[in-house]
């Protein structure tokens, strides 16, 4: 059964620190460039991370870049997601998302595999 599973959110403050993980039930996941999303209440889902299947280039959205750090343990079939200096603007619930291709894609009709999302909320 292919499935991504979310884990690691839950509520923090401004300048907190979460780490949310990914564990993917996907056949060759060494294949797969594996991404996060989040989606605010009220906002389309948005693009937020994305790490090549080599783990060698990763891509970030420009509200998170030098906060936030996309990795990958292939040998686990996880991706995790380190979030730094959270702020508010951040909260939102974040998914994981794999794309067989060998590019890195911000767009969501690219991804067709999803987690079920894990919740992250930013108090001041």
């Known amino acids: 059964q292919v499935q991504l599973v979310e884990s690691g959110g839950g509520l923090v403050q401004v300048g907190d620190s979460l780490r949310l993980t990914c564990a993917a039930s996907?056949?060759?996941?060494?294949?797969?460039?594996m991404s996060w999303f989040r989606q605010a209440p009220g906002k389309e889902r948005e693009f937020v991370a994305a790490?090549?299947?080599?783990?060698?280039?990763?891509h970030y959205a420009d509200a998170v870049r030098g906060r936030f750090t996309i990795s990958r343990e292939n040998v686990k079939n996880t991706v995790y997601l380190q979030m730094d200096d959270l702020w508010q603007e951040d909260t939102a619930v974040y998914y994981c998302?794999?794309?067989?291709?060998?590019?890195?894609?911000?767009?969501?009709?690219?991804?067709?595999?999803w987690g079920q999302g894990t919740q992250v909320t930013v108090s001041s």
């Open positions: 790490v090549h299947w080599s783990g060698a280039t990763s």
């Open positions: 996907i056949p060759n996941f060494n294949s797969y460039t």
């Open positions: 998302a794999a794309d067989q291709s060998s590019n890195i894609h911000v767009e969501t009709n690219m991804y067709h595999i």
